[in-house]
Structure formats: C-alpha cells, structure tokens
Nanobody
Framework: VQLQASGGGSVQAGDSLRLSCAVS????????LGWFRQAPGKEREFVAA???????YYAESAKGRFTISRDNAKNTVHLQMNSLKPEDTAVYYC?????????????????WGQGTLVTVSS
C-alpha cells in the first residue's frame, strides 16, 4: 500500500485547510485510513480515522473542527481542517491499517505517507 499526502501549507489562525491522501496498491483490502500529526519535539499523535467508510473517529483536539472523509471511488481520504489554531502546527501523516480496531495507535499502522507540513500562525 502506498500513500501520498498533500495539501499542507501556511495559514493564519482561524483559516481552513484540506489535506488529501491518495491510496494505491492495496485498495482491494478493507483499511482503516487515519491521519496523525507530529509537532516539533513531540510524539506522533492520532488526529482522525475512518474504517472503510464507517463511523469516523476523532481526537478530542479535532472534534468539531476537523472532518475526515473517504472517496472510495478515487481511493482518497481527506482531512478538512477548520478553525485552525497555532497548536495545530505539525507535520500531518496519512496512514493505513488493515483492521478497524485500535485506530488511535500509530504503532499498528503498517503503511505511511510522507507527511505534509501545516503551519498555523497567530
């Protein structure tokens, strides 16, 4: 499975960004597609995940502001981020995991995209 993330950039607090991740090579399998982020000096943390189009899951920091969506026809997953805050600044990674369980655990994701940088200034 290969993942290619895009859509990062530099924005002001309160702005929106939409990240996209193109998935290829394993689309015949059911996958949890997740977004994680890693800020400088911090561990990688869970942001959002979706199991094969089921109910999405969000970190508390993302609830109400971020929306994960999948386009299975185009093999892509998006992360719409609204009301961005400086603390959202991080490299964002998309990842794939062939199970609906433990979607928040980065260690269980076998496939990762290269990351896209999001910088939010105040």
């Amino acid at each position: 499975v290969q993942l290619q993330a895009s859509g990062g950039g530099s924005v002001q607090a309160g702005d929106s960004l939409r990240l996209s991740c193109a998935v290829s090579g394993g689309t015949r399998y059911k996958l949890t597609l997740g977004w994680f982020r890693q800020a400088p000096g911090k561990e990688r943390e869970f942001v959002a995940a979706s199991w094969n189009g089921g109910i999405p899951y969000y970190a508390e920091s993302a609830k109400g502001r971020f929306t994960i969506s999948r386009d299975n026809a185009k093999n892509t997953v998006h992360l719409q981020m609204n009301s961005l805050k400086p603390e959202d600044t991080a490299v964002y990674y998309c990842a794939a995991h062939p199970s609906p369980s433990n979607y928040y655990n980065a260690r269980l994701y076998a496939y990762w995209g290269q990351g896209t940088l999001v910088t939010v200034s105040s």
